[in-house]
């Protein structure tokens, strides 16, 4: 069964940083497009980010722009979220999933939840002084 499984997660000072993992068992992530989405207390899940399986083209949330990067290691089978000048609003359950269609990019849909059909069960990020 596939399973994903993040971490990296923990207590972060405003302005630092953190780097989230995905990691895989029983699936070869790089056929896969990867999508981070958080969700905040009392709050939707919201996509964060995207990596696509076909080219590596990557995808943002306006919110996280010039402070998030996606990607990926394919030795380690291992998608990260590196996570700088974090703010208090960042503080959310990050997860990562796949809708496990081989080669298939993110695209315009990235951000749309109802995509993807296997998740994470999540990592908290807390950002706070």
């Known amino acids: 069964q596939v399973q994903l499984v993040e971490s990296g997660g923990g207590l972060v000072q405003p302005g630092g940083s953190l780097r989230l993992s995905c990691a895989a068992s029983r699936l070869t992530l790089d056929y896969y497009s990867i999508g981070w989405f958080r969700q905040a207390p009392g709050k939707e899940r919201e996509g964060v980010s995207c990596?696509?399986?076909?080219?590596?083209?990557?995808y943002n949330a306006d919110s996280v722009k010039g402070r998030f990067t996606i990607s990926r290691d394919s030795v380690k089978n291992t998608v990260y979220l590196q996570m700088n000048s974090l703010r208090p609003e960042d503080k959310a359950v990050y997860y990562c999933?796949?809708?496990?269609?081989?080669?298939?990019?993110?695209?315009?849909?990235?951000?749309?939840?109802?995509?993807?059909?296997?998740w994470g069960q999540g990592t908290q990020v807390i950002v706070s002084s």
């Open positions: 990596i696509s399986s076909s080219d590596g083209s990557t």
């Open positions: 999933a796949t809708d496990l269609r081989k080669f298939r990019s993110c695209g315009s849909t990235w951000s749309a939840e109802h995509r993807y059909g296997y």
